[in-house]
């Protein structure tokens, strides 16, 4: 299955976060050799139960960009101006399938979050993309730039007759620590920040309800937002399933309904 792929390279993308894994794969074998990887504690970071292992390595974007080799080329054309702010942080005006809704949750890198979301019976329907910031039509790397206030988000749609909003918002706290503010494991920024957007105020009802709950069970506080959703903006297409696809080495993970194969979150 690693045809092709050095396995010792196949190990160091295997830890990067996510924001590194994108399509250039020029990118890889540069940081790996340049920047061996960072090992950081997270010995105390206890995620709740059925999350996933967080990974152990990471290599800051910032190192990347100060040598001009991260994401930064664009950041000097975002235009931050008011009219594209003012689409950016309007409603979502995309309509679900007769007799569904839609559901935005953000819990770190999407890919995981939405392989899980894929499994949940009920849910028709789920997509990647990038929600909550100031920019019109974001790209991935627009978003790594950590200037656009973008979070990473997956966009679900659900038939409530086969699966309450109460699952998928069960899901959404099993997935991920929504203690630790703008970061999940090792994936820093404001893209991975733990956020519930709302639609209808009885999905804010139940979220808010869901939270207080949620917080009866940590001993550290939450730091989830709960927010209208704003315009949701598909990510680019080898973002989407990304996981079930074969992620980056081919290896397809299942997003049969009720599947509870661990989740590998970087394929
Ligand atoms: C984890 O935290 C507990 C209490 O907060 C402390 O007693 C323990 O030494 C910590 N363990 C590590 C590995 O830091
Ligand atoms: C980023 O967006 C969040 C809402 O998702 C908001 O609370 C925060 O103030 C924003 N930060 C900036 C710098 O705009």
């Known amino acids: 299955m690693l ?34 990887p960072r090992k950081i504690s997270i010995q105390n970071s206890t995620f709740p139960a059925n999350s ?7 290599t800051p974007m910032s190192w990347l960009g100060k040598l001009g080799l991260g994401f930064g080329n664009r950041a000097s054309e975002i235009t931050m101006d008011s009219s594209s702010s003012a689409i950016a942080q309007g409603p979502d005006d995309d309509v679900p399938a007769p007799g569904q809704q839609f559901a935005q949750f953000g819990a770190g890198c999407f890919w995981g979050v939405e392989l899980a979301f894929q499994r949940v019976p009920g849910v028709k329907k789920t997509e990647v993309g990038y929600s909550q910031g100031h920019i019109h039509n974001p790209t991935y790397n627009d978003i790594c730039t950590g200037t656009t206030n973008h979070s990473e988000i ?14 998928l918002l069960d899901m959404f706290w099993s997935r991920h620590d929504p203690t630790t ?14 956020g519930i957007y709302y639609y209808t105020p009885e999905q804010e009802k139940a979220a808010r309800e869901s939270l207080e709950k949620q917080q009866q069970l940590l001993n550290r506080k939450i730091v989830t937002e709960i927010l209208p959703a704003k315009k949701f903006y598909r990510a680019e297409e080898y973002h989407q399933q990304y996981l079930e696809k074969g992620g980056r080495f081919g290896f397809k993970q299942s997003a049969g309904k009720g599947c509870n194969d661990p989740i590998r979150c970087y394929g």
């Open 3 to 36: 045809t092709g792929i050095s396995t010792s390279a196949a190990a160091a993308a295997a830890v990067l976060p996510c924001t590194l894994l994108v399509s250039s794969s020029r990118f890889s074998p540069l940081t790996s050799s340049l920047f061996p």
């Open 154 to 167: 997956v966009r679900v749609q659900y038939d409530p007759k086969e699966c309450g909003y109460e699952n």
């Open 52 to 58: 996933r292992q967080p990974h152990m390595f990471t």
């Open 181 to 194: 503010l703008n970061r999940q494991g090792n994936d820093v920024g404001t893209q991975y920040r733990s």
